[in-house]
């Protein structure tokens, strides 16, 4: 398993950070959450005012920002030009906010690079929402998850306070649907992914259905 590399896309919702965490647990693996490298950019951005409508202002500044990200299924972290930024990076504005900074060709070009360096010789979980197709195109396994679009708003609507369903299913909508049609690199399901439907599934249930598949493709 040292070599290996496990694709993991998917909207918003999907599961994929459970799912990722729970294999990369399993099996020894690192885990890498490459939605969290950026937010910390757009955290980072909404920081210094940086007008997020403005693609050239992103551009130019995309390199700024220094990130560091810990691999630890158990324990992932990040942070900005040294300071820790997992709670600041989940906050409802960066989420409204990280399709614009995700759809800048200078901000991907350089998370992109920065992925495959932390990926390096594998042994490692990667999600996100172009892994399989542009990050690890060689990835031999590769997942793609879904859910329906009430199950992944529900499930979202769990994990934080002071929202409701209907909000939750309209900003998981429109952020889908930014992420993608946009030109750069949108998510998209690579063509040698299996697609993983886990609307009816547990946690418990989606790990071990790709565990299975892993076992069967390596
Ligand atoms: O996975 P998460 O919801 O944290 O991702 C936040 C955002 O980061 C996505 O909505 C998308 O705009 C962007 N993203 C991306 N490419 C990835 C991972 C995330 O564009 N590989």
Redesign the pocket.
């Given at each position: 398993m040292t070599g290996l590399v496990v694709a993991m896309d998917g909207p918003?919702g999907s599961g994929?950070s459970s799912a990722s965490r729970g294999v990369a647990r399993a099996l020894g693996l690192r885990y890498l959450d490459?939605?969290?490298m950026?937010?910390a950019i757009t955290w980072w951005m909404l920081q210094r005012g940086v007008d997020l409508s403005d693609q050239e202002a992103i551009a130019v500044r995309a390199l700024e920002p220094v990130l560091t990200i810990g691999t630890d299924p158990d324990a992932p972290s990040v942070a900005v030009d040294g300071t820790d930024a997992a709670g600041p990076i989940r906050t409802t504005e960066v989420t409204a906010a990280?399709?614009a900074v995700?759809a800048v060709p200078e901000v991907r070009r350089r998370l992109v690079a920065e992925q495959r360096e932390i990926i390096g010789a594998g042994g490692i979980v990667v999600?996100?929402?172009?892994?399989g197709t542009v990050?690890a195109p060689d990835a031999p396994v590769k997942i793609y998850l879904t859910a329906s679009a009430d199950a992944r708003a529900l499930r979202r609507t769990a994990e934080l306070a002071g929202t409701t369903v209907q909000a939750q299913k309209a900003a998981m909508a429109r952020?889908d649907s930014l992420?993608s049609t946009r030109k750069a690199d949108p998510l998209a399901m690579a063509a040698d992914a299996v697609e993983l439907d886990t609307t009816a599934l547990n946690l418990d249930e989606v790990v071990a259905e790709i565990l299975r598949l892993i076992k069967e493709k390596t």
């Open positions: 918003s994929k490459t939605g969290a950026y937010r990280v399709s995700s999600e996100g929402r172009d892994i990050v952020r992420d």
